[in-house]
């Protein structure tokens, strides 16, 4: 969405990221209200040529709280917005352990299969890959010869 602040990542203090994803007018109104915004700075939402001075205002503000403090701040409120979660942490997320979005399968976690309906639970049908299980075969099939694969192994390009 071109480079209005109402749409974009940004980054925290402790290095972490939110998404911001507040759009429409009430949702930003909110917004800047909780972020405690300039409202000399931040009152057009829709003028293009503040955006830049606005994207470089907003960008110092994330930086002065966590990630966790900005999620303390706007959850339970209408601002359109998350947590931008890694993957040690995604999985613990309660948004995504209410939709059973990750399982363990053979020690990895990942990503459960999707669709997942109300009535039709999706069937896992293999483990996980080993790293480097099939590198052979799916070079070989690109037309790699042994050697290069060898290659590749040995620099650490590839497993």
Not at 8 to 37: M, N, R, V, W
Not at 50 to 71: A, M
Not at 113 to 134: K, L, N, W
């Amino acid at each position: 969405m071109e480079d209005r602040i109402s749409y974009d990542t940004y980054e925290c203090k402790d290095g972490k990221f939110i998404s911001i994803g507040s759009i429409e007018p009430q949702f930003y109104a909110l917004l800047c209200q909780i972020a405690e915004l300039d409202e000399k700075v931040f009152s057009k939402q829709m003028s293009r040529d503040l955006w830049p001075e606005q994207k470089e205002e907003i960008k110092k503000i994330f930086l002065k709280k966590t990630r966790d403090e900005w999620c303390e701040l706007m959850e339970g409120t209408d601002v359109c917005f998350a947590p931008v979660l890694d993957m040690s942490e995604a999985p613990q997320h309660p948004h995504n352990k209410e939709r059973k979005t990750f399982i363990d399968l053979e020690g990895v976690t990942q990503p459960a299969p999707a669709p997942r309906f109300s009535r039709t639970e999706p069937e896992v049908v293999s483990s996980p890959s080993i790293v480097g299980e099939h590198t052979n075969e799916v070079l070989s099939s690109i037309g790699l010869s042994e050697e290069d694969i060898s290659t590749l192994k040995t620099s650490g390009a590839v497993a």
